[in-house]
């Protein structure tokens, strides 16, 4: 389940679309491609490290990312850290140390790019060299929240600085950044600090590998003297967030979190003790934001602060709505959905707790009038609680989500029992199913799809197989759900039963999972008898069910006919009686199979394909294959008109489609010019072309 865009969105929600239903993994991939910064950002998110053990002790740290310059009128710097996701909003956090005998006036809280007395410039280095990065626009987010303050610096003392640079698509190819902070003497008070200050070039990895680099780091450094303040609620515009996104009657915790979430990844390097320390400290200081407060207190919680833990536990008491909400937020933050081993046992007791209390939530607000009061398990099911409790795989949730399953039929609950694997709830699940499949196809999507874990049941296959041929759903949603599940399990004794439903595209596609010779005559005497080959040159159209079912046919066949489905395949794409949509499915099975003879017609794609998940998908396969052919291919493709693709599905085509190449080429070839094509052709004719460590 994911939670809306209003919502706290869990790290690592992202990658675990293919957990929710395993044989989804193609929609996981295709929404890693529309949205590569939350990608980016959800895989490190994911790799969080667990304390070290004598068994498993932390990496060595690299010393250049604790390297210091030379001071400047006895201050010194270094870039203590980077957002972990460069391409959405990459600000930059700098360490400042007074190393003079006096105390420094030095600017301090969250930078812009420029602001009152002072700059912030950024450079990347690239393949080609140093480049500067360009100032941000006037509608930068960062920039809205920049917030200096002045911090009078001991000596000896530290002071972390945010730095908020604006985004650079030079940031995700970068092999190193330097940062340099100017404070002009005209600006500057009498005493106050004023200079040129540059910190040593920080060497870079991809952003993708980035955090392993720096899991040495996490939990040892000293937490600084002095820390710039966070976003407060009342900061994110009168309907809670600088793009106008949500409203005040949903709940705030999950605004605040967005809105601080690169400052939370950079206190994951410093002390636990000392940073649950500083945020009781800031909590209890605060009186008017209750999110915020709440923050403070999951930030103390995570870190095994017992207090922080108490005002969470003590929150979930309330039964208003909103704050309710907000609590169950900061409960999940807290838990970290176990990317750092084990659940804490007291959030997953609060969570189990949560859906067992009967206790009616009020609804207060303009917004919320007319709502009649809810249990507070009510609530807690349309939260993320029984998606974590299913990704963590506590057991300990299965009676009551087995209770839940047997009051109300909830397919939340249903979910998570699948994830979580549990044989005693395998009888509930096919009790539900039968009870409530006519429900609605959300109902049946989640049962089948939590049925379908329990492959190894021998009770599981016969009922959706019955199901799939009595049942009357309400439209055919239903039934394709139960076919991906069979499909899923490779379920054999499902295929009569599919072979009856070839009106589904769904399936079809379960049979070539399946992998039965049985289905084979039948597709082909479909494919001469009843399917009409579409027409060529037939404007786009992609409820077209007669050519979905033709497409996914041949792609069957070619999976069920041949020991090698690749020339089938390759035929297939260059059809022009496909439409431009109807060659995805085709590429992501080239991807999987990964051969070198499918690189000139992905190639093809790329030059001339109108969709835009298919050109993107097209971009990734390539990057998979070290080979001239694919990497001169993919150069040539910089010159590729992609303004003609469907502006519905890529709102920016040329932008996001040469950045696409750009990362498919780094990985092919290691070379970080970024979306420069001069700059790749000039490389490839020189050296790249030459270089055997690239086949054919």
Not at 45 to 63: C, M, R, Y
Request: overall charge positive.
């Amino acid at each position: 389940m994911m939670p809306s865009a209003t919502r706290f969105i869990p790290r690592g929600a992202m990658l675990s679309l293919s957990k929710i239903r395993p044989w989804r993994t193609k929609a996981c991939f295709l929404a890693c491609l529309a949205l590569p910064f939350l990608a980016a950002s959800c895989s490190k998110a994911t790799q969080t490290s667990v304390p070290a053990t004598a068994a498993q002790q932390p990496p060595p740290v690299d010393p250049a990312l604790l390297r210091w310059s030379e001071p400047v009128g006895g201050l010194r710097a270094r870039i203590e850290c980077l957002s972990e996701s460069r391409y959405y909003m990459p600000p930059a956090f700098i360490l400042l140390q007074n190393t003079s005998a006096a105390p420094l006036t030095i600017p301090g809280g969250t930078l812009g790019y420029e602001g009152p007395g002072y700059r912030v410039d950024v450079e990347w280095l690239t393949s080609a060299g140093w480049q500067k990065a360009p100032p941000p626009g006037p509608n930068d987010e960062g920039q809205k929240l920049a917030k200096p303050k002045q911090v009078t610096l001991p000596p000896g003392k530290t002071c972390l600085v945010q730095c908020n640079v604006g985004w650079c698509e030079l940031a995700e190819f970068a092999q190193a950044v330097r940062i340099t902070l100017t404070i002009t003497a005209s600006s500057a008070k009498p005493g106050n600090w004023a200079g040129r200050l540059e910190t040593p070039p920080r060497p870079l990895l991809p952003p993708d590998v980035e955090w392993e680099r720096e899991k040495g780091l996490v939990g040892t450094r000293p937490l600084p003297d002095y820390l710039p303040e966070f976003v407060h609620s009342d900061s994110l515009g009168p309907s809670g967030g600088i793009y106008g996104f949500g409203n005040r009657s949903e709940p705030s915790f999950g605004r605040v979190w967005s809105f601080n979430r690169e400052f939370l990844d950079a206190l994951k390097r410093y002390r636990p003790t000392e940073v649950g320390s500083e945020m009781m400290r800031r909590m209890r200081a605060e009186k008017r934001d209750l999110p915020l407060k709440l923050l403070y207190a999951a930030l103390a919680a995570e870190r095994g602060n017992a207090d922080g833990k108490a005002y969470i536990l003590d929150q979930l008491k309330v039964t208003r709505y909103k704050l309710l909400k907000d609590s169950f937020d900061a409960l999940f933050y807290c838990g970290d959905y176990g990317q750092r081993g084990p659940m804490p046992q007291w959030v997953s007791d609060a969570m189990i707790a949560a859906l067992g209390d009967s206790r009616l939530v009020v609804f207060t607000g303009k917004e919320m009038e007319g709502n009649e009061p809810e249990p507070v398990w009510s609530i807690a099911l349309s939260t993320e609680i029984p998606y974590i409790l299913g990704e963590t795989k506590v057991r300990e949730a299965v009676p009551v989500l087995m209770e839940l399953m047997r009051r109300h039929g909830s397919w939340a609950a249903a979910e998570a029992l699948g994830k979580i694997g549990d044989a005693r709830a395998v009888p509930i699940l096919l009790t539900a199913f039968e009870n409530h499949v006519r429900a609605s196809s959300r109902c049946v999507d989640s049962f089948a799809g939590a049925l379908a874990q329990f492959k190894d049941d021998a009770r599981v296959v016969p009922a959706l197989i019955e199901a799939l041929g009595k049942i009357e759903f309400k439209d055919e949603t239903g039934r394709d759900s139960i076919a991906e599940a069979l499909g899923y399990m490779k379920a054999k004794a499902a295929v009569p039963a599919l072979l009856k439903r070839l009106n589904s595209p769904e399936a079809i596609k379960a049979l070539g999972l399946i992998g039965d010779p049985r289905a084979i005559e039948p597709l082909r005497r479909l494919l001469v008898t009843e399917l009409r080959e579409p027409p060529i040159g037939q404007e786009d159209n992609e409820h077209t069910a007669g050519l979905a079912r033709w497409t996914e046919t041949r792609i069957t066949l070619a999976r069920l006919e041949n020991a090698d489905p690749v020339p089938a395949l390759c035929e297939l794409m260059i059809d022009p009686r496909l439409y431009d949509h109807n060659r995805y499915e085709i590429v992501i099975e080239l991807t999987e199979l990964r051969d070198p003879r499918a690189v000139p017609f992905l190639l093809r794609v790329v030059k001339s394909n109108r969709d835009g998940f298919t050109v993107h998908a097209a971009i990734h396969a390539l990057g998979e294959f070290k080979r001239k052919d694919a990497v001169a291919g993919l150069i040539e493709c910089f010159d590729v008109d992609f303004k003609r693709m469907n502006p519905n599905k890529d709102a920016d085509p040329m932008r996001n489609c040469r950045r696409a190449i750009a990362k498919s080429l780094y990985k092919m070839t290691g070379q970080t010019f970024g979306p420069d094509p001069q700059a790749w052709r000039t490389w490839w004719a020189k050296e790249g072309c030459n270089d055997p460590a690239f086949g054919p």
